[in-house]
């Protein structure tokens, strides 16, 4: 299967991350599809899924306080506002279903490969500009794209996960924020930006959290 | 008249601010509703207004990246998505109504005491925390709505702008975010925070901001 | 007088600073020169100064914390350095000798102006990277070295700061901050970096806090 | 042995971190005392070594940035400078006399476990404040002091590394830093800081930096 096309600094910076095929097709994914991943790990990844989402948002706050256009500033604040709002009530919701209540997801002692990731990102945003946010942001949201293509139309006991990444709205959301980002790097740097030496500092920030990627599924296959 | 109750920290630094009088009653906010503010001020005001949303948004997403809780990420992220959502293109529909182009406001200058209350609001939120940021965010809007109260009912020229802040719309945000900023203080330095010597740090924080809105008005009074 | 020649970034930066000149031809830098200036002006200058260079030292911190190279690193440290331990100490040596006791100049509240040019400074090095906050120091170390240039050899009251800021260390400090601004853009953005976007984002940074600096030479001449 | 005092808060945060004993007591301390740490083991962590020290230099630097008072500034400052200028050097001859060149230093890919730390602590400063920072840095600076203070004496192959962090010069530097960590909360927060919820967020910011850096000996047992 061909890889989905959200947007020219996808595509480079896919091309060059060394852990993108280990991060896209880890066995967490694969047990997905084919319904094998024990329940213990899928529910202690959906437990540091929900303290990832927490930080994730901050990262995405702190995108809109960085961007440099009203238009930079009004997508970013839409996505937190749909994390904030939207997906973190719906992932206490289904994380109720799957028989974690609210409380225990509180309460829920941050894995070390989840406090990898979501600071590695928000450091590079604090430490970086706009551009090395969106970078070291990219591999979780279009990642997961990727993968929801992957997966569409699985059947089995992680049908629903499957359908909500595969599905339009996501890949929609996929396709909005590659154009967000070629959109940021054309306005600072102009088109040729990919013969610039930034560019290379933004695929090594992209092939970073690309690898942490892999390091958060390895933490779902291992209940503590 | 009596100040309107925003809260506990409100009443404590509205109390220390030697310039709170200078800023709630000044020259500007008196022609607002005596309706002899001269109509280029006013026009000055609203274009240098929408460049100060743009930065105040941005305040708000950077407290959304700050905050503690998921209940503080939520109401921080609530306040930036109807600033840049609502406030915005609202505000770019009065200026077309008043005769600014929406074209006239993205070349708006920067004045100097509109970037002077701005890049202190956000430095201080970046060199401080969560806390610092409030303090200086809470002038501009729990004053806003306290002048908004005194002018409620005005008539005249700027009847709209005086019924929007004194309306009860904007009324609730300001019990809102007073009530948020209690939380926050009694979340991280419990509930004898002002006899705390960080009371005096916060105090200074929103008496500084104060003096910056004089400034803002000032400026508003000089249309270049 | 031709202007000293401080690297490429800076002779590209000044050129299209609208208030360069201003800045640099400043009432205040004529009285120093003519030895006119008031002395309570100076007096009040110097305190404002010293504010002034705890913010400016913070500035180069965050440079430090946001450098992308060891050796950009070792350089704002080592100016980090020289103002926390050694311009500071000379700072309130000099305030003293003029009877300015180092209490008046902790007590000393800052000025709009002032805090306007460092929280712009810092606020842009926050939301922005390396560069930005390159590109809103610059007019003060670089500009403080074109007027001591042009005033090098000044007798009369302010003599000695003329002799600072024209003398021999001082120019080498400048030389080596423009070196440290050119490496720093061709690092990140290669050699043609006068052509792209970015160029014209960081020359508007310089050219603002231009526009401040002649907003701080205003406060010195209007003491309290 | 008993602890080494550096301080109230080192002595409360180092009580209440469930991590501190398998940090200060890790198998890879062990193999240094005894001498049987493999020495590709100790090369791999001198490598990963040298990039922590970069960050750990930006996050001194940071400090410096969110101080609070100029003495505040000027200790994160000559921690900055020492590191920058004095334990790189040093560092970068040490691993050069055990056969590592410069070059295979810079090139040295960045373990997860050390992005985990150091990105934690600087994310931990950027979103907070100056204490948090200091809470989060505590467990490598104090931490290494409590260890070295167990080493003392320690022959063999390892012997210089526990000179070095057992010595007089780097014992001092530990009583430093507790000083200004209890003169910092002091500061902000009064003398009963520790009966404030503020409190709790520290130690939990010192208990999860100690948890990463069990993560950093585990890294520097598991040569790539």
Redesign the interface.
């Known amino acids: 299967m061909t890889a989905p096309d959200y947007g020219r600094a996808f595509t480079l910076w896919r091309a060059s991350a060394p852990h993108w095929h280990a991060y896209t097709h880890h066995a967490f994914v694969e047990g997905l599809r084919t319904g094998t991943l024990p329940r213990n790990a899928f529910l202690h990844y959906l437990k540091q899924d929900y303290v990832f989402l927490?930080h994730f948002?901050?990262?995405w706050?702190?995108?809109?306080?960085?961007?440099?256009t009203?238009a930079e500033?009004?997508a970013?604040?839409?996505t937190?506002?749909a994390l904030?709002?939207v997906e973190?009530p719906l992932h206490v919701r289904l994380c109720a279903e799957a028989g974690i209540p609210e409380e225990a997801l509180q309460s829920t002692g941050?894995a070390?490969?989840n406090?990898?990731y979501t600071?590695?990102v928000?450091?590079a945003g604090?430490?970086?500009?706009f551009l090395?946010l969106m970078a070291a942001l990219a591999p979780c949201v279009l990642g997961y794209g990727e993968i929801g293509a992957q997966l569409a139309g699985t059947t089995g006991p992680y049908a629903d996960w499957c359908a909500t990444y595969g599905g339009a709205d996501y890949q929609q959301l996929c396709h909005d924020v590659g154009t967000l980002i070629d959109g940021a790097l054309?306005?600072?740097?102009?088109p040729d930006w990919p013969?610039?030496?930034?560019a290379q500092?933004l695929a090594a920030r992209f092939a970073?959290a690309t690898?942490?990627e892999v390091?958060f599924w390895d933490m779902g296959l291992s209940p503590a």
Chains 1, 2, 3, 4 share one sequence.
């Open positions: 927490i948002s901050r990262a706050a702190l995108a809109a306080a960085k961007s440099d009203l500033m009004q970013a604040s839409a937190l506002h904030a709002h973190m941050e070390a490969q406090l990898a600071r590695y928000l450091e604090y430490s970086g500009d090395d054309i306005h600072r740097l102009g013969s610039l030496p930034r500092s970073t690898r942490l390091g």
